[in-house]
Antibody
Framework: QLQLQESGPGLVKPSETLSLTCTVSGGSISSSSYYWGWIRQPPGKGLEWIGSIYYSGSTYYNPSLKSRVTISVDTSKNQFSLKLSSVTAADTAVYYC?????????WGQGTLVTVSS | EIVMTQSPATLSVSPGERATLSCRASQSVSSNLAWYQQKPGQAPRLLIYGASTRATGIPARFSGSGSGTEFTLTISSLQSEDFAVYYCQQYNNWPGEFTFGPGTKVDIK
């Protein structure tokens, strides 16, 4: 059974870099059929796609966040990671990692990241 | 960039009644449209893809229709477990563009 688990700090200071990792179990991140993505949801608000990566390293980012986002993959650890720089309070959200084709059928449980000093 | 809108923002429905949710795209997305259900404290769950194909394990009371810019999710007879927020999502230019609508909350009347 495929499982995705987000990990990383739950509190980040303004202007710093948010870093999260998603560990994939029950399946290989090197599968040629899927992309691996990050989606976030501010408290009480809707869903926002952040970006996605293919196992080969090809990346796709939301244009509104592109200047601050880096997504990387480590196939040896079956993990992929998110870095979001220069965070503000507006980046406070539940961050989900996900396995994607064009839709998302598998999601992590989500992790709340709060930006506050 | 394709912008998605959903209506209504909130839909109040009695158990057993039919619910009809709408989703509109700012330009044609063909049939590249999905629907998700999200309950409080949970990750979203994929319900429908390709505008009308139910995902694995989704009950037949959920149905999707539409193409181009206008789409509908219908829940034929609402069960207690169906009260949730529903999001549409377009993937017409995937990979590279992936956009959710703002959501429709279905609550108990």
């Amino acid at each position: 059974q495929l499982q995705l688990q987000e990990s990383g700090p739950g509190l980040v200071k303004p202007s710093e870099t948010l870093s999260l990792t998603c560990t994939v179990s029950g399946g290989s991140i090197s599968s040629s059929s899927y992309y691996w993505g990050w989606i976030r949801q501010p408290p009480g608000k809707g869903l926002e796609w952040i970006g996605s990566i293919y196992y080969s390293g090809s990346t796709y980012y939301n244009p509104s966040l592109k200047s601050r986002v880096t997504i990387s993959v480590d196939t040896s650890k079956n993990q992929f990671s998110l870095k979001l720089s220069s965070v503000t309070a507006a980046d406070t959200a539940v961050y989900y990692c996900a396995r994607q084709k064009s839709t998302v059928a598998f999601w992590g449980q989500g992790t709340l990241v709060t930006v506050s000093s | 960039e394709i912008v998605m809108t959903q209506s209504p923002a909130t839909l109040s429905v009695s158990p057993g009644e039919r619910a009809t949710l709408s989703c509109r795209a700012s330009q044609s997305v063909s049939s590249n449209l999905a629907w998700y259900q999200q309950k409080p404290g949970q990750a979203p769950r994929l319900l429908i893809y390709g505008a009308s194909t139910r995902a694995t394990g989704i009950p037949a009371r959920f149905s999707g229709s539409g193409s181009g810019t206008e789409f509908t999710l219908t829940i034929s007879s609402l069960q207690s477990e169906d009260f949730a927020v529903y999001y549409c999502q377009q993937y017409n230019n995937w990979p590279g563009e992936f956009t959710f609508g703002p959501g429709t909350k279905v609550d108990i009347k």
